[in-house]
């Protein structure tokens, strides 16, 4: 049985348990009385599905790493634009971005780097003893090289000074048992430093515990009528 298969299977016993209805094509589903289209899937889904939402509903784009690709942020940014629909990018497993998008705008950055440490299981099946470096460059490649591991890289680059420029480092640790995100900036405005430590998710190790709790500010922030930070 393929993915869609076990999702047509398993569905609706999902939408019984949470009093919804589940859907089967994107044409019915964008036809409903829902607001916002929230997307948890992956980068080739969010690619795949991201236009036809724009046009209908706002969307919440999970797999923030779609955004590497400039040319698909370019576009779905004018889609959106022309749709009056809003694209909502929430902060993940990672904060500051406020400060950074501040530290753009006042005179600019000088430079952004994102060290992030993880259990070496999470992101290779390889036996280590030790810690490893297993990635050092652009948030774009880190993206391309570790899809599922760096949508923090992107929201970072967004936040700040691109995908091109923004420095990252990944590191496969042994030795520790949360999800570590270390971001350096500086600029005009002076520096930043902050450490954000992470439990990973219990069902999926590869993200953290907290990012299922920023969707959920994301949304609240959506409706709110007053919004502290952006």
């Known amino acids: 049985m393929d993915e869609r298969e076990k999702a047509r ?11 919804c209805l589940a859907f089967h094509d994107i044409q019915s589903f964008l036809q409903s009385d829902i607001d916002i289209v929230v997307e948890c899937s992956n980068i080739e889904t969010a690619k795949t599905y991201a236009f036809d939402v724009i046009q209908e509903k706002d969307l919440m784009v999970i797999s923030i790493g779609a955004f590497a690709d400039l040319s698909f942020a370019t576009q779905l940014t004018q889609a959106a634009q022309e749709s009056r629909h809003r694209i909502y990018l929430p902060s993940g497993a990672i904060g500051g971005l406020d400060a950074l998008k501040a530290a753009a705008l006042d005179g600019g950055l000088e430079s952004v780097t994102l060290t992030t440490r993880k259990p070496a299981h999470s992101l290779t099946a390889e036996e280590m003893t030790a810690e ?36 990252v480092q990944i590191i496969a640790d042994p030795a520790v048992t949360q999800n570590i995100h270390h971001i350096e900036a500086k600029g005009a405005f002076g520096e930043f430093e902050m450490t954000i430590k992470n439990n990973p998710s219990p069902d999926n190790p590869k993200t953290s515990h907290i990012t299922g709790a920023s969707i959920l500010a994301a949304l609240a922030n959506s409706k709110s009528a007053v919004v502290v930070g952006s």
Do not use: C, H, W
Request: net charge negative; proline share 4%; aromatic share 6%.
């Open 9 to 19: 299977v398993e569905l609706p016993a999902i939408a019984a348990e949470y009093e």
């Open 132 to 167: 490893q470096t297993l990635f050092e460059g652009s948030a774009r490649d880190a993206i391309e090289q570790f899809p599922k591991n760096a949508n923090v890289a992107i929201v970072l680059s967004l936040a700040g000074m691109g995908v091109e420029k923004t420095n």
